[in-house]
């Protein structure tokens, strides 16, 4: 499943931030064209680490914008509709001048774990 594969790439980020936080602390940015949401990102790590959530860990998300490219229209920015090609997960962003679905996702597209501040190396 594509939400696990996203939360696959950045597991190894999530186990260095909770290794060295003090309080257990791990901040997620969730990409807004990800299709992700926190309770998803949980349930994946439940089934990928389950031992990262018998840490139990205090799990603090926040959006990145997306931003996409046109290759319609080459407009560049702001996406417009959000709709999904089911069955499969990947979220499609239409372009909000033409219309288009054929647009490059350029920011917004991927997870990043932030380290705290009480983070200590
Ligand atoms: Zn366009």
């Not at 992700?36 to 990102?41: M, T």
């Not at 998300?61 to 499969?88: M, Q, R």
Request: glycine share 6%; proline share 7%.
């Amino acid at each position: 499943m594509e939400e696990q594969t996203f939360v696959y790439t950045v597991l190894e980020n999530i186990r260095v931030a909770l290794a060295h936080s003090k309080n257990r602390e791990i901040i997620i940015g969730i990409g807004q064209l990800t299709g992700l949401s926190a309770e998803k990102i949980i349930s994946s790590l439940q089934m990928l680490a389950p031992e990262i959530i018998e840490q139990k860990p205090t799990f603090r998300f926040f959006p990145i914008p997306g931003k996409i490219w046109c290759t319609e229209c080459g407009y560049k920015g702001e996406p417009g509709e959000l709709t999904t090609d089911k069955p499969s997960p990947e979220v499609i962003a239409r372009c909000p001048k033409c219309n288009s679905t054929k647009t490059i996702k350029t920011e917004g597209a991927e997870l990043e774990v932030i380290l705290s501040e009480e983070y200590k190396l």
